[in-house]
Every structure is written in structure tokens, then in C-alpha cells.
């Protein structure tokens, strides 16, 4: 069952935070950014040695954005 206003669920979500940089998923949690639900994906890229946060519409399942994950995004277990 998706949050409220969420249209795909956290598996889409990394489905598609993959597809845009291909790497295993080390965490996702959901989050509301500027009033809409948004999540956040940290993956670790092939071949990579540091983590990148991909954050990824909770509406349309679109990758919004990806950047170098900081301290805090890498010890998310969610």
C-alpha cells in the first residue's frame, strides 16, 4: 500500500532509481518535497565506490534527480 498521494510504491521506485544509474539499491525512504511525495533512493553504482541519491516522483515514477549521496543519505537502512 503507497503513502497518501503516492502512485507507485517504494519497488517502482527503485525500479526506476536503477534504471537511471544502474547499481544495487542500499536504501529509499519516502519524503514530501515542496508538498508533493517524493522518494529518495541511494544506490550504489557498478563499479562505484561512493553511494548516489536518486530521487525519484512519487506521482509520476519519473527520476526528478540524482547527486553524490551525503553522510547522512548513506546510513539510511530504510
Keep these: 500500500m503507497q503513502p497518501a498521494g503516492a502512485k507507485i510504491d517504494a519497488q517502482q521506485a527503485i525500479a526506476a532509481a536503477t534504471a537511471a544509474v544502474p547499481g544495487s539499491a542500499r ?3 519516502l519524503e514530501s518535497r515542496g508538498g508533493k511525495p517524493e522518494y529518495e533512493v541511494i ?3 557498478k563499479g562505484a565506490t561512493s553511494p548516489v541519491r536518486v530521487d525519484v516522483d512519487a506521482v509520476s515514477g ?3 534527480r540524482s ?3 551525503t553522510e547522512g543519505d548513506k ?3 530504510d
Design 27 to 29: 536504501g529509499v525512504r
Design 43 to 45: 544506490v550504489m553504482p
Design 62 to 64: 519519473q527520476v526528478s
Design 67 to 69: 547527486s553524490q549521496a
Design 75 to 77: 546510513d539510511d537502512d
